[in-house]
Structures are given as C-alpha cells and as structure tokens.
C-alpha cells in the first residue's frame, strides 16, 4: 500500500518570497513522485515528477522538488513566487502497479 | 490535441433525477480514469479503464455509479439516482502510459449539484 501526506493545507506567502510545499510519502516499492497543480475552475496539470535519476527535479514554471529516500519526502520549492501562483498543488505517488495516490492538497496563497 | 473534454461543465439536478457525465480522453491514450473531488474526501479515484475495459471499480461509492467506456474515445460515469452527497467535481483524465509512470492529463471537470 501507499499513501501521501502533505503536512499544510494552507501557505501563505508574500510575494517574491521563497516558499516550499511539504510531502511524506509511504510505499512498499520503488515510487514515482509527481506533483501537480490546479488553479480555480481548472483540471490538475503535472507541474513535474520524480522517476529515477537525479533526486532535484526541475519542473515548469520555476518549481522543483528533491526527492529524499531516507526521509520519503518530495518537497516543492520555488525561491520567488509570483501572485500568479496562487493554486492547489497536489503530491502524489504511484509504482509496483499501485494506482495513483493524490494527497489532499495545499492551497498555496500569493499575498501582494 | 485539445487535450481531455468534459461535459457538462456545470450540472445543477434535483435528488433522484439521473446525471450523465461525459468524457472523450486525449487520443491514442489508453488508459482513462474518473475522479471525484470534494473538500471533505479530497480527489479520490472511482474507477479507471486500460484500453476501455474496466480494471478497478473499488473505489465507486455504490451501485447508483456506473462507468462505460464504449470506444477509444468515449466514456460515461452515470449516477442515478442521484443524491445531494454526490455534489462534487468530477474529473476525468487519460494517459499514455498508465499511472505508474505516465504523466495524467486531466480535463477542466463537470460540476455537479444536486438539490
């Protein structure tokens, strides 16, 4: 089994400020790390993911995530956020053929 | 491609009445799957199709869901009757891939009301 704990559901930040986006997660298997992001009335899109390889990941709009083994953590970061970041961003893990597991979000808030 | 559709965007329906949630996945995808989002559960998966067969319903809350996927490019997830718990934003979204190490691609949702 799997699952995927994202320790804030609320962040919020002030603009141009750095921020991170906690994730735990918990597997029996090798995993594949993604996080994702939604923003209001809109679908999730993948913002980037962790399959093998380097543990920093680099994804789209200036985010990244490292990939900590011993700590079975997937943290996001962004060292500047813009007030167009405002989202949900989702952590989520899959592998071993196990179905996707979403965590329940944290709501990130860009104050000007 | 212009990604996964979904309709209706907005559903507003009276207890008991029978809702039909509409999706054509990205093509060439062969693997399908509905969510359902809601501030107490979160997005939890109902059920998802490899090459439109059905592979895991466990997650379908009860026997008033039902899913099909008639082709490669058409599926449904039906409620009926339908109840206000089942108010909620119902995702679904396709993948090359599948989910072990594909990437998601999910579509702008239909949400639903029911009264």
């Known amino acids: 089994a799997q699952s995927v704990t994202q320790l804030d559901s609320q962040v919020p930040v002030f603009e141009e400020a750095p921020v991170e986006l906690r994730c735990n997660y918990s597997s029996s298997v090798s995993v594949y790390l993604f996080w994702y992001v939604q923003y209001p009335n809109q679908g999730l899109q993948l913002l980037l993911k962790y399959l093998s390889g380097s543990t920093l990941v680099k994804g789209i709009n200036g985010f990244e995530a490292e990939f900590n083994k011993s700590q079975t953590s997937f943290h996001l970061r962004k060292p500047s956020v813009h007030i167009s970041d405002t989202a949900e961003y989702f952590c989520?893990?899959?592998?071993?053929?196990?179905?996707?597991?979403f965590g329940r979000g944290t709501s990130l808030i860009v104050h000007p | 491609d212009a990604g996964v559709i979904q309709s209706p965007r907005h559903e507003v329906t009276e207890m008991g009445q029978e809702v039909t949630l509409r999706c054509k996945p990205i093509?060439?995808?062969?693997?399908l799957f509905w969510y359902r989002q809601t501030m107490m559960r979160g997005l939890e998966l109902l059920i998802y199709?490899?090459?439109?067969?059905?592979?895991?319903d466990s997650g379908m809350p009860e026997d008033r869901f039902s899913a099909k996927m008639p082709n490669a490019s058409f599926s449904t997830l039906k409620i009926q009757p339908s109840e206000p718990r089942d108010s909620a934003v119902y995702f679904c979204?396709?993948?090359?891939?599948?989910?072990?190490?594909?990437?998601?691609?999910f579509g702008e949702g239909s949400r639903l009301t029911v009264l």
């Open positions: 093509s060439g995808h062969d693997y």
């Open positions: 199709f490899n090459n439109n067969v059905p592979i895991d």
């Open positions: 979204a396709s993948s090359l891939q599948g989910f072990e190490a594909g990437e998601l691609f």
């Open positions: 989520a893990v899959s592998g071993g053929s196990y179905i996707p597991t």
